[in-house]
């Protein structure tokens, strides 16, 4: 036997086969389940405070409403979970105004800590002109301002947070790890701020007689990252004592005649590349001591730019529908914009205080003037907005990464296996192969199957039929569902038969295999039962896809 311990109520034995939701009834606990344990509401949820490592993977019931319902990591539906060692949770919908917020919410986060860097800027002595000039005027010269400085915020990776009068919160590094990377965009967002501040006070001397300056202070530490307020609107944010601290460290700057402060726990990660003015300790209004506080003059941009994770602003051009409920959206390449065939990156929507994003595999070659990616419609609020996007609405890009791209050094044939959308990757690589072969250089003989349940669901169907027509490329399209009439290709899974069909030797090719989880593992089993051995696979999962 093992045991649950609830916060707030006694520790009970729990039997491995049941859910945590059946141990709690089981034991006279009250625990909230609306829908009946079915895994179409989120009441039964529970926060894991320790043994994480001893609860079961995530079911597909449990993932899919947990996309849905934006739950972390450690926020498991106890109706669903099932222990495998001794746990320490805490239910985290105890009563009736609990279950009312839940089911009106939509929520996207339920409450997590994070480290991030935040800034926050304001404009010097603003109340005299807002007193002193029409509100019309108040309120354009605002928004020409909070325009230039938000793009500067998202061009750097930053999250615009909230606007409060003249002032500007933003936070860096939602989702990220790196302290170094976080805080030198942060810094680097509010030097450029102070440069971009000169374009508005042009406007600004020449139309209203008026000049703006601003303070901006930088702070990075804990925050607590959630939505707060009434749930017809809500408002994701962050609280903390890091925030204040933050607030404290603009209001400073003008007493310091400087333009911009950051605290001591921002300079330690940008020491390396930061060229800094005074260094002095100081109080700051509501906090007791004093604090190390640096000015920063400017950052040596090479050594910046070694350090920075990059992010890009990506130009939607054209979307297209490519397969039934896929579509293709094609974004201008930005110049500095590198990728590995095979790579993928992420995406989130600029303007916009959530941190929702997405991972799309990179479907264009490596020559091509654009970045492609594909996706399908399931559904949710993160693709209805995609598909809402509109010919130069842009987008947030991370840097490519990803572990599927083309080896160095190849083996005698190339065998690429693709179920459903997983094909995208793939249809990168093997057009970056042929570009190769085409500027000269010598590539195998590459094989692709790809399989779908309809002939309507083909991804890239009529280019990879052009291709085929090229020397040492071979396309092979599989239906494992219902035919077309004229169908006169591979019908039904890929099996090693069907492998045999179209190879010589197996065993001597290298194989990459993408789409979803379940198809992946398959096609894997299926390769390494006739021999091939594991390190010739390579393998890319779409999870979310079915």
Sequence with gaps: MLQIKYENFKAVQANPEDTILETSLKNGLEHMHACGGQARCSTCRVLVLEGAENLEPRNESERSLARRRGLENNVRLACQTRPRGDVHVRRLVLDDQDYEAVRERSVRTTGREETVAILFSDIRSFTSFSESNLPYDVIHLLNRYFETMGEVVLANG?????????????????????????????????????????????????????????????????????????????????????????????????????????????????????????????????????????????????????????????????????????????????????????QSIEIRFP?????????????????????????????????????????????????????????????????????????????????TLLARRARGEAVPDILLISSNRNYDSFLFHRELLHLSQEPGFFYVPTVTGDLPGDWNEEVGRITPEMLRRHMLEPEKAEYFLAGPPVAVRDLRDTLLSMGIVSGRVHTEEFYGYT
């Design 351 to 431: 303007r916009d205080s959530r941190t929702e994003s997405r991972t799309f595999s990179i479907a264009s070659s490596e020559q091509d003037p654009f970045v492609e990616i594909v996706t399908r419609d399931t559904g949710s609020d993160f693709k209805k907005r995609m598909l809402e996007m509109k010919p130069g609405d842009q987008v947030i890009a991370t840097a490519a990464g990803g572990l599927l791209n083309i080896p160095e050094q190849t083996a005698d044939s190339l065998v690429f296996l693709g179920a459903g959308i997983g094909i995208t990757p793939l249809y990168s690589m093997i057009r």
């Design 158 to 342: 930053g999250i615009i947070d909230k606007y409060i009068g003249d002032g500007l919160m933003a936070s860096f590094g939602l989702k990220e790890s790196d302290a170094e990377s976080i805080c030198v965009r942060a810094v680097n967002a509010g030097l450029q701020m102070l440069q971009k501040l000169e374009e508005v006070n042009q406007y600004a001397r020449k139309h209203l007689d008026y000049e703006i300056h601003i303070g901006v202070g930088i702070h990075y530490g804990p925050v607590v990252v959630g939505e707060l307020g009434h749930h017809s609107n809500a408002a994701f944010t962050l609280i903390g004592d890091s925030v204040n601290m933050a607030a404290r460290l603009e209001s400073k700057t003008k007493k310091a005649g400087a333009p911009l402060l950051v605290s001591d726990s921002v300079y330690q990660n940008v020491k390396r590349c930061a060229i800094k003015g005074r260094t002095f300790r100081a109080p700051l209004k509501g906090k007791t001591g004093d604090f190390l506080v640096y000015e920063i003059k400017e950052l040596d941009r090479q050594k910046a730019c070694d350090i920075i994770d990059q992010v890009f602003m990506l130009t939607l051009d054209v979307t297209e529908v490519k397969a039934r409920g896929t579509f293709l959206f094609r974004f201008d390449r930005p110049e500095n914009f590198h990728f590995k065939a095979g």
